[in-house]
């Protein structure tokens, strides 16, 4: 035989020269969940590991992350019932949780990016990502919501906003207010292929954010389809999107790869709650052992994708699963 492929596996130090993929802490973003209140840590009960934080422990958390050499962070807001409303007021309203949460961090770590979540289920009294009227969610009339909210995030410190409500346009509504307003190196992080998917579960559970009637099979996107991601993609690059993403993440790699193939931009992934909800059940009841969580971000970074959000983030670092530079 002239070719044996194993002559390059025969050793770690020739397994590492020869590796096609790399990972590493810079790829990675970790979405935390916050809370209102002093003191507080909860733990997710669907999500083992992962948990809302007052702004004092979110601090804390974040601290203890950069220093495993992990600098990215997506914060999501668990919003009190009382505080929601139809238009969402309380996402862009001065001192509101979310963007002193913003600011409390940009403040004590300048060297932190934040990315902040633009849509209004978290804030809605109906739970739905738009305005509701007689059951159907009014697409332009919710972009000035939209944007009020990136606008307050931009001026709370957020380095980059990420809209994930699949409004029609709102990434160019969005874009050309915050450069009339002055944010114009603040990025755009469209989750542009986002799909209607049952593995958002244990996400909503987080921030009590499922829709209180109806579903979302008008916005986000059909499992089944994979060219409308590429309409969507055309039309946010179009609009000034920096970063274009693909959610849920392992049920959609050929997305991903089908978006890294076709655009410049770089491409972000969601390795969503669902997803990691499954692991962690397997893991505990032994029925997979933790390597399959390398395993599934290096899948992420082989199809294509740049930054990772996961809720893995941490956890591969303190275990040494990666390094500060690489695998």
């Known amino acids: 035989m002239l070719q044996r492929p194993r002559r390059n596996r025969k050793s770690a130090v020739i397994r590492d020269m020869i590796q096609e993929t790399r990972l590493d802490a810079s790829n990675l973003i970790f979405p935390l969940f916050i809370v ?54 309380e996402s862009y309203r001065d001192g509101s949780l ?92 469209s989750y542009t292929a986002k799909y209607a998917s049952a593995y958002y579960g244990p996400f909503r559970d987080a921030l009590g954010s499922a829709p209180k009637h109806g579903d979302k099979k008008t916005y986000q ?45 770089p491409i972000a992934v969601y390795n969503v709650s669902g997803e990691y909800a499954m692991l962690k059940a397997a893991i505990q009841n032994g029925w997979l052992d933790e390597r399959v969580i390398l395993e599934t971000l290096l899948s992420f970074r082989r199809a294509g994708a740049t930054a990772i959000l996961s809720y893995h983030s941490k956890e591969v670092l303190e275990k040494g699963f990666i390094s500060h530079s690489t695998i």
């Open 221 to 265: 996107m059909n499992p089944a389809n994979a060219k409308e991601a590429l309409i969507e993609a055309q039309l946010d690059a179009q609009e000034g999107a920096d970063f274009l993403m693909v959610k849920p993440g392992l049920p959609y790699l050929d997305i991903v790869k089908l978006l890294a193939g076709n655009f410049d931009l």
């Open 36 to 89: 209102d209140g002093q003191n507080q840590k909860t733990e997710v009960k669907s999500m083992p590991g992962i948990y809302r934080y007052s702004i004092d422990n979110l601090l804390k958390e974040v601290e203890s992350c950069l220093k495993l050499g992990l600098r990215s962070f997506d914060l999501f807001p668990n919003i009190e019932e009382s505080l929601k409303d139809k238009y969402a007021t």
């Open 98 to 189: 979310y963007l002193r949460a913003i600011a409390a961090v940009k403040k004590n770590f300048p060297e932190a990016c934040i990315v902040t979540d633009v849509a209004m289920d978290p804030y809605s009294s109906d739970g739905h990502d738009g305005i509701v009227e007689n059951g159907e969610i009014l697409n332009d009339e919710t972009l000035e919501v939209l944007g009020k909210m990136a606008l307050a995030h931009a001026q709370s410190g957020a380095d980059i906003i990420a809209p994930s409500d699949m409004m029609d346009g709102r990434i160019g509504y969005i874009r050309e207010l915050l450069d009339h307003n002055g944010f114009t190196n603040v990025s755009l992080m």
